[in-house]
């Protein structure tokens, strides 16, 4: 996270923070609901979760560096657009489990296919920068609650727990030491993260907190229910706070680290 003057609007920060968390709530009763009758959605539990998402985040986060010290401008753009399309294809499945499990005749799933074609397409467009910032900031926000929603609620426990885990302690590794501004360049820095980062009221926020945020919610409505997911959501939105507090101060912030490390404890303790 980072700040953005003047400094107001915290409140409407947090406000837009929590409706694409709430909206995780709805998606992720979707998916729990396809688990529940027998529709897969992810990848099976097996005991190397932990070690798989270890390994999982370490491939990520080296190949981002080495593409953001290569053609830093150029991977950005493609790692937004294949967020965005990861996104898509994770809300047409939503949409599919919720013909399937709502007993909807399978076929009316072509009606969604002209809404399909159309996301891909603002996808595309974001990429060239032909789509307006307002649908950017949209697509990007849909993208992030929707695929979210099905790692969260879908994929193995102990694999999201350390994923969401691994990922908080490196951005906040990343952005305490400075290492992106340092790779790639002051120029550089500032057109990836204009790429990477959604601008809000007070502060402009990565788009990868928000898909962290949405996984946790998810995955807290998958161990604990309802209740536990909005318990999720309030203590993800005062680690927010906090952090634009922090940021206020220090011109920046990793977005993840207090966020999700409180948004954890509920999970942590109901294992």
């Given at each position: 996270?980072?700040?953005?003057?003047?400094?107001?609007?915290?409140?409407l920060d947090l406000t837009f923070l929590a409706i694409p968390l709430a909206a995780t709530v709805l998606a992720g009763f979707v998916?729990?609901?396809?688990?529940d009758a027998g529709f897969s959605?992810?990848?099976?539990?097996?005991?190397?979760?932990?070690?798989?998402?270890?390994l999982v985040?370490?491939?990520?986060?080296?190949?981002?560096?080495?593409?953001?010290?290569?053609?830093?401008?150029?991977?950005?753009g493609l790692l937004v657009l294949g967020y965005s399309l990861m996104g898509v294809?994770?809300?047409?499945?939503?949409?599919?489990?919720?013909?399937?499990?709502?007993?909807?005749?399978?076929?009316?799933?072509?009606?969604?296919?002209?809404?399909?074609?159309?996301?891909?397409?603002?996808?595309?467009?974001?990429?060239?920068?032909?789509?307006?910032?307002?649908?950017?900031?949209?697509?990007?926000?849909?993208?992030?609650?929707c695929l979210g929603a099905l790692i969260g609620a879908s994929f193995p426990v102990f694999f999201t727990i350390t994923l969401l885990a691994g990922?908080?302690?490196?951005?906040?590794?990343?952005?305490?030491?400075?290492?992106?501004?340092?790779?790639?360049?002051?120029?550089?820095?500032?057109?990836?993260?204009?790429l990477t980062t959604l601008p809000l009221e007070s502060s402009f926020v990565g788009i990868g907190d928000f898909?962290?945020?949405?996984?946790?919610?998810a995955l807290s409505l998958q161990i604990i229910g309802f209740y536990g997911a909005v318990e999720t959501i309030v203590l993800i939105l005062v680690g927010a706070l906090v952090t634009f507090l922090i940021a206020r101060l220090r011109s920046q912030a990793a977005g993840l680290l207090i966020p999700v490390s409180l948004g954890l404890i509920p999970v942590i303790l109901s294992i």
């Open positions: 996270m980072g700040e953005k003057p003047p400094l107001r609007g915290v409140l998916f729990l609901s396809g688990k959605t992810g990848p099976t539990t097996s005991t190397n979760d932990a070690l798989t998402a270890v985040s370490g491939i990520i986060i080296s190949g981002a560096l080495y593409g953001l010290k290569r053609h830093p401008k150029q991977f950005a294809i994770s809300g047409l499945i939503l949409l599919h489990v919720l013909f399937e499990t709502s007993g909807l005749f399978p076929a009316l799933f072509l009606l969604v296919v002209p809404a399909g074609y159309l996301a891909v397409r603002w996808c595309f467009l974001a990429y060239l920068g032909s789509l307006s910032p307002r649908k950017t900031k949209g697509l990007l926000l849909t993208s992030s609650t990922l908080a302690l490196m951005d906040f590794i990343i952005v305490e030491t400075d290492v992106l501004r340092k790779l790639m360049g002051v120029a550089n820095y500032s057109d990836v993260t204009t898909l962290a945020y949405s996984m946790l919610v």
